[in-house]
Structures are given as structure tokens and as C-alpha cells.
């Protein structure tokens, strides 16, 4: 009998790089592959990368430079690049680490388990990655950018009963800033049945509460036969699926945050009363220079418009400080927008030249580090007050909370009481914020009550409703999910950042 082959892999960046790693490692197990915890265990490290900015691959090269000793000591280690930083570097990584035997792009993914069986027959290093924006027609472009999304593997997922769904590839907003046009290639929507048979077989696993996902999730639309669906109509059929009990979507841009969509958040029960629309910034002068597309006078018409609609929705954003030619007097109405808006929360980035983007070939990367840091640090400041003002509107009253696990604090004392005992447990409410509250373990995966008692920043904290812990049974989670019952599994590490 063969030995078992052992993959190490590390996710940086996005949903989308999340999910893919997913499917990376389902087509992995089919051919025999197990997952190890830690690298030196491996026979094989991956690495699912992100360009986003600077500092992401920064990471994955310095991770790069100590896999080489290991790769020294055993010269069969499989040492593999993934995602959009293999399709946007190609060769130059190659380059730069000689070791590495696999760079895929994110178009190529569900070549890897052939590309490794061409590694260990001695072909040597493999490279595959999609065609560049400019290399072909959009067709030929579109096709060497193939999906393989039916692929899932529950052991590495944060929880089995949560799931990122994928509703599109790709984007073509091109703002001047980002690199995701060009390593993620044209938008490409998936034909609604897929995503609702994917779904259906989700819940049927256990599922309880899955997340659309999109670079622009809400331009979604899907062309057959004369009809035409949006991302309104996937909703109203996902959320007829029996034991799916919570939809969620992201990220949202601000100008196909149209009416229909507004109201399927509001009428469907199992879709979440939250948002991620990113604002990027709060001059119209800089966004023209990012070429989003909008102005805050159409964002904030956006807004209106939502909050008529549903006036207790969370809306949370991105922002980008330091941008090319970013005054302070541009800064300042950045500032003045997230006090005015008072997003739940926002994900704050220093501006990060991305070769290969409009920014990086017109525009100056003139604001010093020191500014730059100096302005996110404000911009920080004014979002913890604004999430704390938000989060005390909870107290006092009693939230439906999706039981997702330990909370960090117990997850950094390695408790394990085991599903009898008591810990403290985190989950989400239906608007997404987070609360930490003590109760048995046998409580995870399940939607609970818990009445709110006090708000800090970043999360609320509570007690279940009374008599509720008492009426679970023991044996609950193996009941509805065995994979629930193991607290603790060797999950691969994952780097998270905010899709754009």
C-alpha cells in the first residue's frame, strides 16, 4: 500500500482565493493527497497567492526563501505558486526562486493534479496560466479562463456548515488601482442552475449558510434563451432551498446596487440585512482618478435608497488611503464620510502601486509612507468609534446569532472541553456582527437566540436566551453533521483579505 502523499497549502487574500484552495484540495484527495498542518510535514507546499498589494507578495517570497531549505534537504518536495500572483509574475517567480516546480494561474487551477503527475514523471517545473487581457480575442481570453467550482472539500472551510459560492469570474470595472482584471481575467457569470445545484448539495452536507461571492457580486447576470437573470432572481431561488438558513453576498459595487436587488434583501427571510459596497474614498476628484466610476453623490443616493428600504441594514466598505496625488483636503472628505455614513465596519488599506494597472503607468505614487500611514491610522480611529456607536444600538436586545465556533480567546488557549462543556462560542447576527457568548459546544452550527449585553468595537457580547442551551441534545452534532463534532482539524493556513 502506497503511502499517504501529504499537502501543506497557504491562502492569502481574498474569498475567492479561499474557495479556490478549496477546490484545489478536493481534486487533491481524489488523487490520493492528505492535508498536513505544517509545512515540514509535506511533500508538497503550496502557496495560493494574492497581488493585491505589495505586502502579499512580499509574504509569499519570504515564505518561498525558507521552503528552500527544505526543498534542499528533500528534493522531491513539490514546491507550487498559485493564483494571481503565479498569473500575474509567471516566469519572473521561476526567476526569482529557481525551486519552484508548479505556477498556476487562477484560470488554471484544475490542472494542478495533472500538472504534479507530470512533476513526479520528471517533465520538470510546469507552468500554466491564463492569456493576458490583450493576447487574443475575449473569446480566447474567456476561454483560458476555465472554472471548476463543483469541487468542494468541507475540511477546509472555517466550519462545515458555512460556504463561500461562487457566482462569477473575473471583472471589467478596471479601476486604476487594482490588478484583478488582468490575473483574473473578463467577467464570466456561472448559469444559475449551477450555483443552485451546488447549493442544494452544500445543504444537503450540512450546510446552514453560504456567501455569494463576485469581484462585483451584484453585477451579476446570466443571458439563456431569451431571459435574463440577475442576481435579485438567484436569491429568490436560493432562498426557497429547505435547510439553507442564511444567504449573504460580496462585494458589492455601488452602482448595480439596483432596486430589485435592495428589495430581495429586504422581502427574502433566509438573505442577510448586509452589505459590502465599497466607497474607496470620499472625493469625487480621486475617484475620477481611480476610474470607479461613480461620484459620492450617486454613493450616497445609493445609500438612501437602502436605508428607506431597510433602515437597520449594515453596510460596511473599503477604503484606500494615500492614493496617487491624494491631498489632505481629499483625505479630509474621506474622513468625512465615514463619520457621516458610520459603515458597521471598513476594511483601510495604504495605497499600493500594482504594475500592470492604470495607476501604476499614469499616475505618481507621491504620497510619503509616513502620510500614508498617519491617514489610515485616523481613518481607523473614526471607523472603531462609528462601529461602537453602531454596535451599543444591540443592547438590550435579543439577535438570532449563527453559532460558528470557539472565539479567538479560546482558540488561543487550545481549549477543548469537549461538546458537554462550556466555552466561550462566537457567531454573527442576521446583519453580520459578530458576538461572543458562553455556552456547550454541542450549540455549534445551530441559529440561537442570545440576548445582548454589552457592545465593544468589533463585536457584542451576550448570553443565550434562557432554557435554550438546556434543550439541545447531546448528541446533536452528530446528528446533523459529524464533521461539526471535530472542534479541532489541521486546516491549512489562511492570510485573510477583503475582496475588493
Not at 526543498?71 to 521561476?94: H, S, T, Y
Not at 500554466?128 to 467550482?149: H, I, N, P, Q, T
Not at 452534532?477 to 483579505?497: G, T, Y
Request: with cysteine; aromatic share 6%.
Amino acid at each position: 500500500m502506497a503511502a499517504t502523499k501529504r499537502l501543506f497549502i497557504e491562502t492569502v487574500g481574498c474569498q475567492m482565493n479561499v474557495l479556490d484552495s478549496e477546490l484545489v484540495v478536493a481534486a487533491l484527495r481524489r488523487q490520493g493527497w492528505d492535508m498536513t498542518a505544517t509545512m515540514s510535514d509535506a511533500d508538497a507546499v503550496f502557496f495560493n497567492t494574492c497581488s493585491v498589494r505589495q505586502h502579499a507578495e512580499d509574504k509569499i517570497y519570504s515564505a518561498l526563501g525558507r521552503v528552500r531549505k527544505q526543498k534542499e534537504k528533500l528534493p522531491g518536495l513539490i514546491v507550487g505558486v498559485l493564483g494571481c500572483m503565479a498569473q500575474k509574475d509567471q516566469e519572473m517567480i521561476r526567476a526569482r526562486a529557481p525551486w519552484v516546480d508548479l505556477v498556476v494561474g487562477p484560470g488554471q487551477l484544475h490542472r494542478v493534479p495533472s500538472l504534479i503527475d507530470l512533476i513526479q514523471a520528471g517533465s520538470g517545473p510546469q507552468i500554466e496560466v491564463s492569456l493576458d487581457r490583450k493576447a487574443g480575442s475575449r473569446l480566447e481570453v474567456v476561454d483560458s479562463f476555465e472554472s471548476y467550482d463543483p469541487d468542494r472539500d468541507s475540511t477546509m472551510r472555517p466550519t462545515p456548515f458555512q460556504a463561500f459560492v461562487r457566482t462569477q469570474t473575473g471583472c471589467d470595472k478596471f479601476c486604476a488601482f487594482c490588478v484583478v482584471p488582468r490575473v483574473r481575467g473578463p467577467e464570466q457569470a456561472r448559469p444559475p442552475q449551477a450555483i443552485i445545484a451546488e447549493a442544494e448539495k452544500l445543504v444537503a452536507e450540512g450546510c446552514k449558510e453560504i456567501t455569494l461571492i463576485g469581484q462585483t457580486v451584484n453585477s451579476y447576470k446570466w443571458s439563456d434563451g431569451g431571459k435574463t437573470s440577475r442576481l435579485s432572481d438567484l436569491l429568490l431561488e436560493l432562498n426557497k432551498i429547505d435547510g439553507l438558513e442564511r444567504i449573504k453576498f460580496l462585494t458589492s459595487y455601488p452602482r448595480d446596487m439596483t432596486d430589485d436587488l435592495i428589495h430581495a434583501v429586504r422581502d427574502l427571510p433566509k438573505v442577510s440585512h448586509y452589505l459590502h459596497v465599497p466607497a474607496q474614498h470620499g472625493s469625487d476628484d480621486v475617484l475620477k482618478r481611480m476610474k470607479r466610476g461613480y461620484t459620492i453623490g450617486q454613493y450616497m443616493e445609493m445609500l438612501d435608497r437602502l436605508r428607506v428600504a431597510i433602515p437597520h441594514a449594515a453596510l460596511s466598505s473599503d477604503f484606500i488611503v494615500g492614493f496617487c496625488g491624494e491631498t489632505d483636503e481629499e483625505f479630509a472628505l474621506s474622513l468625512e464620510l465615514m463619520k457621516t455614513v458610520k459603515f458597521k465596519n471598513s476594511f483601510i488599506f495604504k495605497y499600493s502601486p500594482r504594475p500592470g494597472t492604470k495607476a501604476f503607468d499614469t499616475q505618481l505614487d507621491d504620497v510619503p509612507e509616513s502620510v500614508k500611514k498617519e491617514r489610515n491610522r485616523l481613518l481607523q480611529e473614526a471607523q472603531s468609534v462609528a462601529s461602537l456607536e453602531g454596535n451599543r444600538r444591540f443592547v438590550g436586545s435579543r439577535q438570532q446569532v449563527l453559532v460558528e465556533g470557539l472565539s479567538t480567546r479560546e482558540e488561543r488557549r487550545a481549549v477543548n472541553p469537549g461538546p458537554d462543556g462550556f466555552a466561550q462560542l462566537t457567531g454573527r447576527t442576521m446583519c453580520d456582527r459578530i458576538v461572543v457568548f458562553d455556552a456547550p459546544l454541542r450549540l455549534i452550527g445551530r441559529m440561537v437566540d442570545i440576548d445582548i449585553t454589552s457592545a465593544g468595537s468589533w463585536s457584542l457580547a451576550g448570553e443565550v436566551a434562557d432554557g435554550l442551551a438546556d434543550a439541545v441534545p447531546l448528541d446533536y452534532l452528530e446528528k446533523q453533521n459529524p464533521a461539526v463534532h471535530q472542534i479541532k482539524v489541521p486546516v491549512p493556513s489562511v492570510s485573510r483579505a477583503v475582496q475588493r
